[in-house]
Nanobody, 126 residues
C-alpha cells in the first residue's frame, strides 16, 4: 500500500494560484494512475484531475479544466496540482489518491482509487 502525504494548501485571494504536492512512499508510485479530489464542507468528495502512470495522459473535471494542471515526477515519487485563477468555489480539502492500475479509463470516482492522503486545506477568499 502506497502512503500519500499532501502539502501546499493555504489561504489565497480570488485570482491567485497555489501548487499542491503529493509525496508518495513505496515502489508502486510510477506504475499507477494518480488523481486529485476535493471535498467542501457538507458536500461529497469530488473528482478534480487524474493522470496516467507516465503522466502522458490527463483528464480534468469541467469545473477546473483550463485552470488546473496535474503532473507527476516519477523519479521523485511526487505528484502535483497547479491551480490558477482560483475562486471561492475552489475552497475545499484537497486529496491526492492512487489507483492500482496505470490507466485512467472509465469511471474515476473515489471508489476507483485505492490509496488516499490525509488532505490539505485550500481556502480562497473573495
Amino acid at each position: 500500500q502506497v502512503q500519500l502525504v499532501e502539502s501546499g494548501g493555504g489561504l489565497v485571494q480570488t485570482g491567485g494560484s497555489l501548487r499542491l504536492s503529493c509525496a508518495a512512499s513505496g515502489s508502486s508510485f510510477s506504475n499507477n494512475a494518480l488523481g486529485w479530489f476535493r471535498q467542501a464542507p457538507g458536500k461529497e468528495r469530488q473528482f478534480v484531475a487524474a493522470a496516467t502512470s507516465s503522466g502522458s495522459v490527463t483528464t480534468y473535471s469541467d469545473a477546473v479544466h483550463g485552470r488546473f494542471t496535474i503532473s507527476r515526477d516519477n523519479a521523485k515519487n511526487m505528484g502535483y496540482l497547479q491551480m490558477t485563477s482560483l475562486n471561492p468555489e475552489d475552497t475545499a480539502v484537497y486529496y491526492c489518491a492512487m489507483r492500482r492500475v496505470p490507466d485512467i479509463n472509465g469511471s474515476l470516482g473515489p471508489t476507483k482509487f485505492a490509496s488516499w492522503g490525509q488532505g490539505t486545506q485550500v481556502t480562497v477568499s473573495s
